[in-house]
């Protein structure tokens, strides 16, 4: 079973969010968005909407912040990472979740998050 979740605004054939076997949440990349359009800003500025998104989407699934388990940073410039990181940590409760962090030429923005969560019972 999968079912969709709507979230903001998507520039692509891809759904926003998936809920899979009503357990699991898979976020698709989320990045510093408000209603399809790019809102440039610092990177702190780019991961706070970034991380906004992946929030909204996670509690459209019934889920958290505090049920994620995997999440994947995709940044234009690794000079970005700690001002990533300050944001991104207190997005994250204890036990933070598996991470990867890489560079990478994104479409729009500097910052883009996926995720996967739990969808508690």
Same mark, same amino acid.
């Given at each position: ?20 076997? =009503?357990?699991?949440?898979? $976020?698709?990349?989320?990045?510093? @968005?408000? +209603?399809? !359009?790019?809102?440039? #800003? ?21 889920? =958290?912040?505090?049920?994620? $388990?995997?999440?994947?940073?995709? @940044?234009? +410039?690794? !000079?970005?990472?700690? #001002? ?26 500097? $910052? ?10």
């Amino acid at each position: 079973m999968r079912e969709a979740i709507v979230g903001t605004a998507v520039g692509g054939p891809y759904s926003p969010a998936i809920v899979a076997e =009503g357990r699991f949440v898979f $976020v698709a990349g989320q990045g510093p @968005l408000r +209603d399809g !359009e790019y809102v440039p #800003g610092s990177i702190e500025e780019e991961t706070t909407l970034t991380l906004q998104n992946v929030g909204t989407l996670l509690e459209e699934a019934g889920s =958290g912040f505090e049920h994620a $388990v995997r999440c994947g940073v995709w @940044l234009v +410039d690794l !000079e970005d990472f700690a #001002g990533m990181n300050r944001v991104y940590q207190a997005s994250f409760p204890e036990p933070r979740p598996a991470r990867a962090t890489v560079r990478a030429d994104l479409i729009v923005g500097k $910052v883009e998050i996926d995720c996967i969560a739990l969808v508690p019972y």
